[in-house]
């Protein structure tokens, strides 16, 4: 089945720097990658997500980034704000179209 | 104003009881999931409805018990049989019986002592 491991576990920038996050997965077969971010004591926040068919996708600040033959896909954050300080997690659909996620990633954005 | 609504944000049990986490959506989304979050920790799918009256257990379901009565609806219990309960529970749902653009609740963290 579909496993995703996800690294760092955890990153420290200083504001306005950017910030990557990079998942893999097994399952060749997996063809949908979304993101979410989460806040203390808050629900996940989906904020970007990427299907097979493409190899990047762009919205504002944030980016994605998946390549296929090596079967991993990265979070690009560009100019971090003390407000993209949170956890970021990634998942990958599985054979069932279940999403299987990775261990999650501490974001501190240093002001 | 659409989303998901989760009830209570905190919930406190002694050992032994059963104790049921109230899940709605008025997205109208087809399937719904529940999944279970330890501090420092991914997300661990538990159980998981694609239509209604119909549910599938997902990774971790030994001691969760849920039903799906109406689409809005998908309410999950832990029983006593779970071994270990405190955690922090989230509601999710999308809007086809795939997960594509799963979108979350805000959680409710049940503390069992």
């Known amino acids: 089945g579909e496993n995703v491991e996800q690294h760092p576990s955890t990153l420290s920038v200083q504001e306005g720097d950017s910030a990557v996050i990079k998942c893999t997965y097994s399952d060749s077969a997996s063809n949908y990658f979304p993101w979410y971010k989460q806040e203390l004591g808050k629900g996940p926040q989906l904020i970007i997500d990427?299907?097979?068919?493409?190899g990047e996708k762009k919205d504002q600040r944030i980016a994605v980034t998946l390549n296929k033959t090596a079967k991993h896909f990265s979070l690009h954050i560009t100019e971090t704000q003390p407000e993209d300080s949170a956890v970021y997690f990634c998942?990958?659909?599985?054979?069932?179209?279940?999403?299987?996620f990775g261990s999650g990633t501490r974001l501190l954005v240093r002001p | 104003d659409g989303g998901i609504t989760q009830s209570p944000k905190y919930l406190f049990r002694k050992e032994g009881q059963n104790v049921t986490l109230s899940c709605e959506q008025n997205?109208?989304?087809?399937?719904m999931y529940w999944y279970r979050q330890d501090p420092g920790q991914g997300l661990r799918l538990i159980y998981y409805?694609?239509?209604?009256?119909?549910?599938q257990k997902g990774d971790i379901a030994e001691g969760y018990s849920v039903s799906r009565e109406k689409k809005e609806s998908f309410p999950l219990t832990v029983t006593s049989a779970q071994k270990n309960p405190t955690a922090f529970y989230l509601c999710a749902s999308s809007i086809g019986e795939a997960a594509y653009e799963q979108y979350f609740g805000p959680g409710t963290r049940l503390t069992v002592t």
């Open positions: 409805s694609q239509i209604v009256n119909d549910f």
């Open positions: 998942a990958g659909m599985d054979s069932s179209y279940k999403l299987i």
């Open positions: 997205l109208n989304h087809d399937a």
């Open positions: 990427i299907r097979s068919n493409v």
